[in-house]
């Protein structure tokens, strides 16, 4: 008959466990209710990192006397710490890389260009570097579009996103935000249609409501004002998403599409899955690491997305260096569908 534990045997193993059992309980707040309730706004698009310090809790258990429970409980820690901070493995582009193809290929680069130091010609001259074939801009000044233009793209502007191409254009669909603006959004929308060897390509470009402000409210012990402010942020942030969304890539759009920009949304958010879910995010596919796009002094975050979709296939992402911006533009090597 195996004996009763022991009070101090209870109390360890509730000590063991609470680190990796919070950890768990964060992972399903994301996943479950993230975007959808507001308290969890400070979770989706806060430090996640300081979640780390739970991963002590099992060490605090008399290891000593029970070293396999210390050992498992770490171990279920430190795989659900990976999955709350959304940590990005290299299989997806090693899998797609044993596998070559001889399909159209397309380099896409996404930049928030914010707080840039540099001249816009020295930032075009970087972008057109990158061999790129089309590049998306958010908080893209007059400026740069007329120095994308003179740099081998040709440059489409509306509101503060820059759509850029080496292909020819067949069609430009600017979205006017006004509406948005005097909700006290963003919504800056897009869409292009280009054509790549014959087929078209219908390209999207967005610059969506930031969850800034209702975090402002937070950091300044504002709560009232930070619950109110959630609500109708989320509330935003969700038409601007369902309209970006019918604007570019309707459900009877039936060609391949390529969606990029600030989307303001990590992957875990109800939004983002309800509106962008279906479509193939780059990073997330076969992108490695953290793939923090937005950086302060202390953390970063992933909102800056490549998304594909009508049998575009991803092949490569990664962050290159942000020069000067709070923001790292995003490079990724995708595949258009072989035609019949």
């Known amino acids: 008959m195996t004996p009763r534990p022991t009070r101090r045997e209870r109390r360890d193993g509730l000590i063991r466990w609470a680190g990796p059992g919070a950890l768990l309980g964060c992972l399903l707040l994301l996943r479950l209710l993230g975007d959808r309730w507001w308290p969890t706004l400070p979770l989706l698009y806060g430090p ?5 310090a739970l991963l002590v809790t099992p060490l605090l258990a008399r290891p000593r006397t029970a070293r396999r429970a210390t050992l498992v409980a770490s171990a279920v820690g430190a795989l659900a710490l990976a999955l709350v901070m959304d940590v990005r493995l ?7 890389a044993a596998t070559p193809s001889d399909a159209a290929a397309v380099q896409v680069v996404a930049w928030n260009a914010a707080g840039r130091r540099t001249a816009a010609a020295e930032d075009a001259a970087r972008l057109a570097a990158t061999g790129a074939d089309l590049v998306v801009i958010s908080e893209c000044s007059a400026e740069l579009a007329t120095a994308l233009d003179a740099a081998a793209f040709t440059a489409h502007r509306t509101a503060d996103v820059c759509l850029a191409t080496t292909h020819d254009v067949i069609e430009w669909a600017p979205r006017n935000p006004r509406d948005f603006w005097e909700m006290g959004g963003s919504g800056s929308i897009g869409k292009l249609v280009v054509s790549i060897g014959g087929t078209e390509l ?11 402000e209702p975090l402002a409210a937070l950091a ?21 998403s369902s309209v970006a969304r019918s604007w570019i890539a309707p459900a009877t759009e039936t060609r391949p599409v390529i969606i990029a920009g600030d989307f303001n949304l990590v992957v875990e958010s109800a939004i983002y899955r309800r509106w962008w879910g279906d479509l193939a995010n780059a990073f997330s596919e076969v992108g490695t690491g953290l793939g923090w796009s937005k950086e302060t002094r202390l953390f970063g975050v992933r909102i800056d997305h490549v ?14 260096a942000a020069d000067g911006s709070d923001h790292r533009p995003l490079l990724v090597d995708l595949e258009l569908p072989t035609r019949p």
């Open 48 to 52: 996640r990192f300081i979640l780390a």
């Open 307 to 320: 998304l594909a979709g009508g049998g575009v296939v991803v092949r490569r992402a990664r962050l290159l």
């Open 90 to 96: 290299p299989w997806g582009r090693l899998a797609r």
């Open 220 to 240: 300044n012990a504002a709560l009232r004002t930070f619950r109110r402010g959630a609500i109708e942020n989320i509330a935003q942030r969700d038409l601007e």
């Open 202 to 212: 219908v390209v999207g470009g967005v610059h969506l409501e930031t969850p800034r």
